[in-house]
């Protein structure tokens, strides 16, 4: 029963994070749910699960409608019942992870459920503007921070924390020096951009981060890992262009942040079996 209320809390706070999704890359305030028009949606439509259920993916139309206007372009997308039944689903996982270790306090628990809400919000922001936002991230280090210094004696050691984070952020700014540095080549020899080929800076503070949350050594199995699902994630979106498109698309921009995400709390999930793996 207590899983299920968390999965009913998940789908509810996936409803939030929809609204921040849309309101914080427009650098509105949050407020009520809107349509992609700027509609507010009524509170059926509130979650987006409700909204395709009850047929209100779209805004009702202030003007007769037009063979000129796209009624699409108003609809509420599948991202949004999505991100509700990934983030229930999510953070049912977690609450289950955590039950699995007896000797976790509770308020690791809730430190986990917080940072699993606050990394879905990052990751869809940068699938759908590819940027890392500003906000979120901030509050993620109040959170690891806070969830720190509330536990008698922080797992990961605080001395851990700060070596990861030092360790992540030396190694993925070599990257995204690299990535300039190719940028600049691209733009020399192909033509290209530099900014369509660098390696966000952002993501350099979000794996930064990714090292404060797990920690030294652990943050070596971090980044190995998010290194391995970004080229796992290159090779699909290839694969979508030979065989689906059919039309090949040099330099595309990809969101690397959710693999960063997903390496991350991974990681930190699996603390202990990766702990003893590697002998750390």
């Known amino acids: 029963m207590d899983i299920l209320l968390v999965a009913l809390l998940g789908l509810l706070l996936g409803g939030v994070v929809n609204a921040l999704a849309d309101d914080l890359p427009a650098g509105r305030r949050l407020g009520l749910p809107r349509y992609p028009d700027g509609g507010r949606r009524p509170l059926a439509a509130w979650l987006g699960i409700s909204a395709f259920a009850l047929g209100l993916r779209r805004a009702p139309p202030v003007a007769p409608p037009s063979a000129k206007t796209d009624a699409g372009c108003h609809a509420l997308t599948w991202r949004y019942p999505l991100v509700e039944l990934a983030l229930a689903i999510l953070m049912a996982l977690t609450y289950a992870a955590a039950r699995g270790r007896p000797s976790l306090p509770a308020e690791k628990m809730l430190i986990w459920q917080a940072l699993i809400i606050l990394f879905v919000l990052i990751a869809v922001v940068d699938i ?8 979120p991230m901030l509050v993620t280090v109040l959170v690891v921070i ?103 698309k040099a330099f595309a921009i990809l969101p690397y942040g959710p693999c960063i995400l997903a390496s991350t709390f991974a990681v930190l999930i699996l603390h202990d079996p990766i702990s003893q793996l590697f002998n750390w």
Do not use: K, N
């Open 128 to 135: 759908e503007h590819r940027r890392i936002p500003v906000a």
């Open 146 to 248: 806070f969830g720190a210094g509330a536990a008698g004696q922080p797992t990961p050691s605080f001395a851990s924390m700060l070596a990861g984070a030092l360790c992540a952020g030396l190694v993925f700014s070599l990257v995204y020096l690299g990535g300039r540095l190719f940028g600049r080549l691209a733009a020399r020899f192909w033509r290209r951009r530099p900014a369509d080929t660098v390696f966000g800076l952002g993501d350099v503070y979000l794996m930064t981060i990714g090292g404060l949350i797990v920690g030294f050594p652990q943050v070596l199995a971090a980044m190995l890992l998010a290194v391995f699902s970004a080229g796992f994630l290159a090779l699909l979106v290839l694969a979508r262009y030979a065989f689906i498109i059919r039309q090949y």
